[in-house]
């Protein structure tokens, strides 16, 4: 007889979900009992980092990626991250362990009592099995439904005792395809658009990178060849920060923004929002200037449809991306100027962050992964730091912190699995490092050669930005005195040093790139309050 955790387990190896991320708990033993060998189970010290490293982990690898959460305060405690993965459009099946289905009625400890409602609404599905059958085949459906575009998170609750019953049989396993082509008048409508527009604009976003579309972008980009932007708050880079035609980031909000579009006809916007702002600051004219036109390519049908102008088209951007270029005609447009170059800042002690991140660039590798996490600074790095190569570049995109470090450890061990050894870097402020530092310890067992960069200002630099604008002194708690960074981190395993100089950190970081374990360096930094806009 074949039980339902037999069957379930051949399916996930099936599909490919041999990794597990989780944190064990008395509901999710039974699931876990006699771990197969051929398995491999990641364990984090909390929920939330559990779920951004599985997180990490799935958009480093390109593989949809399983969870296993404990019941309803695992959730609960996993909800920050899972919150990011769904902004994130990371493919995820989160499974949770529920009370036996025999007290469940009057709801003994631990029961999850609206166990489809808690992750609402940050799930594509949310379901608990009627009956023990139905497990593998909700496993399939929450497969299919996760990796289908836009791709996201899913919940699975599973009642403890359903393991051990009967299967109706093995789960059948089925293939579902995450490409859905443009519409073709759509697409030839926007092309005819493009090729009679005096002076366009490209904004290329996150969207690009996860369907691997750099090189169908660039083959667009060259031929229209508009200036391109990075839309505001992207996730990932879709466009080589070294191309000639590239030229920085859009401002997150309204009325700046709408500055930048001043003078362009035709903006389209490929794999991104239109837009994501923050803070609230109108413009003039409104979301664009008089004269510009919008138009918009995404896979998501909700980015589309609350949009606040413009006009959208629904599908695969990469397979956009690749029929707009072959529309267009060539043209002699003159190519926009370069952007300006960076200034190297003061390298005086504490150094100021573009000294930081200037050496920070020096050192770079030229396949190197970075996870950035330090938003005061964030403005700073992407002016130093040039993302030349695809799936180099992985940020929250819900703004919520504690995702940087448990991801960073998680894309390395994608690095490792798929045996790419890309080095990955995490630039982690001194204040986003508290929300999950327990998954150095994850990073120290498994030997990861993570780098965590870590410039320590001793305050929420981001948050003195925001009172400043909104006009609101006096806010308490804006101080972080006393935290010891290498402290914490030796703690956890990892070897840990605290540099002062740019010569001091270049000779560090070179020696943390070459070691087979984490390694965390904190950096003082100034305490400049730098601006929003």
């Not at 200002?457 to 308490?476: H, I, R």
Request: with cysteine; charged share 15%.
């Amino acid at each position: 007889m074949t039980t339902v955790h037999e069957a379930t387990y051949d399916l996930l190896r099936s599909l490919g979900l041999t990794t597990l991320f989780g944190n064990p708990g008395s509901t999710e033993e039974p699931f876990l009992k006699n771990f197969p060998a051929d398995f491999a189970y990641v364990l984090a010290l909390q929920e939330a980092s559990v779920v951004a490293m599985a997180d990490g982990y799935a958009q480093a690898s390109g593989r949809p990626v399983h969870v296993n959460l404990h019941t309803a305060p695992g959730t609960g405690n996993g909800m920050g991250s899972l919150v990011t993965a769904w902004h994130n459009k990371t493919p995820m099946i989160v499974t949770a362990g529920q009370q036996t289905r025999t007290m469940n009625l009057f709801e003994p400890m631990l029961t999850n009592v609206r166990p489809t409602q808690l992750p609402e609404p940050y799930v594509k599905w949310s379901h608990e099995p009627l009956r023990a059958q139905d497990i593998p085949e909700a496993f399939m459906r929450a497969y299919a439904t996760a990796v289908q575009p836009p791709a996201g998170p899913v919940y699975l609750s599973l009642p403890l005792d359903d393991w051990d019953e009967p299967a109706t049989g093995p789960a059948e396993v089925r293939s579902v395809s995450t490409r859905v082509a443009p519409d073709p008048a759509g697409l030839a409508r926007f092309a005819e658009i493009l090729a009679g527009s005096r002076n366009p604009m490209l904004v290329i976003g996150s969207g690009v990178d996860r369907g691997g579309g750099w090189e169908e972008a660039v083959a667009l980009a060259e031929r229209t060849r508009a200036p391109v932007w990075q839309p505001p708050f992207a996730d990932r880079v879709g466009f080589p920060q070294d191309h000639p035609q590239f030229q920085g980031l859009l401002p997150p909000a309204i009325g700046p923004l709408a500055e930048k579009l001043v003078g362009h006809d035709t903006v389209l916007v490929i794999g991104a929002p239109v837009f994501r702002y923050y803070p609230y600051v109108p413009g003039r004219q409104g979301y664009l200037p008089s004269g510009t036109r919008l138009l918009h390519i995404t896979d998501d049908p909700d980015e589309a449809a609350r949009a606040p102008v413009g006009e959208s088209l629904v599908g695969d951007v990469t397979l956009a991306c690749a029929g707009l270029t072959g529309l267009l005609p060539a043209t002699d447009r003159p190519l926009p100027p370069p952007r300006p170059a960076a200034s190297d800042g003061s390298s005086g002690i504490p150094l100021s962050p573009e000294a930081l991140f200037g050496a920070l660039a020096a050192e770079w590798p030229a396949d190197g992964v970075v996870v950035p996490e330090s938003p005061s600074n964030l403005s700073v790095l992407h002016r130093q730091l040039t993302i030349t190569r695809p799936a180099s570049y992985f940020k929250m995109a819900s703004g919520g912190l504690g995702f940087a470090l448990p991801a960073a450890v998680g894309i390395a061990l994608a690095q490792r699995d798929t045996r790419q050894h890309r080095p990955v870097v995490a630039v982690i402020g001194d204040g986003s490092f508290q929300y999950s530092p327990q998954a150095l310890w994850t990073a120290a067992q498994h030997r990861l050669p993570v780098v965590f960069v870590v410039p320590v200002n001793q305050e929420y630099g981001v948050l003195k930005a925001f009172a400043e604008l909104e006009d609101a002194p006096g806010v308490p708690g804006l101080e972080l005195p006393g935290l010891d960074i290498p402290g914490i981190a030796r703690g956890y395993g990892c070897t840990a040093h605290q540099v002062e100089s740019v010569d001091e950190f270049r000779t560090a970081f070179r020696a943390a790139l070459g070691t087979e374990s984490p390694t965390v360096l904190a950096v003082p930094i100034t305490r400049d309050v730098a601006p929003l806009l």
